[in-house]
């Protein structure tokens, strides 16, 4: 994306010019906030979703044997949800019932 913004303003790389400067200059959103928003609408959806629903039992089940490697383990959808509720302030032990008013959740993730 960034590539196809250098060229559309004629910019190059011998211009020193960084890509923060040049998506300030668009108005463009970073790439990692576009995907956090998405994430974030995409679990408010699924927490309006029925119980019965395959998607929502994922989200609430764990696994009941297995073990896991050694080092950090990796981050589980919820975990990424809570990294990405914390730049908006939004409250870690609040957020399934704000996400349950369809309005309100969706200024929230904007």
């Known amino acids: 994306m960034m590539r196809h913004l ?35 609408r995409w679990t408010g959806h699924l927490m309006r979703m029925s119980p019965d629903r395959l998607q929502k039992q994922v989200l609430h089940s764990q696994l009941s044997f297995g073990h ?24 870690t032990d609040t957020w399934t019932s704000l996400s349950q008013q369809r309005d309100k959740w ?3 993730c904007k």
């Open 106 to 108: 969706k200024a929230l």
């Open 6 to 40: 250098r060229s559309i303003k004629r910019i190059t790389w011998m211009d020193k010019v960084t890509n923060k400067e040049i998506l300030e200059g668009t108005g463009l959103p970073y790439m990692e906030d576009l995907l956090n928003r998405k994430n974030l």
């Open 68 to 91: 896991r490697k050694r080092g950090r383990p990796r981050l589980r959808f919820k975990d990424t949800i809570k990294i990405n509720l914390k730049p908006r302030y939004i409250k």
